[in-house]
């Protein structure tokens, strides 16, 4: 089991990484990969769908819910911390 203050780092490392980084990467997890590869697969196609289809999938209020398609398909930082 985790200390107290190891826990806390994790957590602290955890925020640094989506503060200046936009991600972070778990290993060691006991995820089945095959779910894994089923998650890449399902993102493969949603990608690989015509710009139209995945239009229907963009946010109309991006203030409320900062989710969805955005056009462009290559990661970037800016958006705004909560």
């Given amino acids: 089991a ?46 690989d769908l015509p710009k139209n289809e995945k239009m229907q999938y963009q946010s109309t209020n991006e203030t409320e819910y900062p989710y969805g398609y955005e056009q462009q398909e290559q990661l970037t930082k800016g958006k705004a911390l909560d």
């Fill in 2 to 47: 985790l200390s107290i203050g190891e826990q806390q780092q994790i957590v602290e490392d955890v925020l640094q990484a989506c503060r200046t980084i936009g991600f972070f990467l778990i290993t060691n997890h006991g995820v089945d990969s095959q779910i894994i590869q089923e998650a890449w697969d399902v993102t493969a196609n949603f990608f």
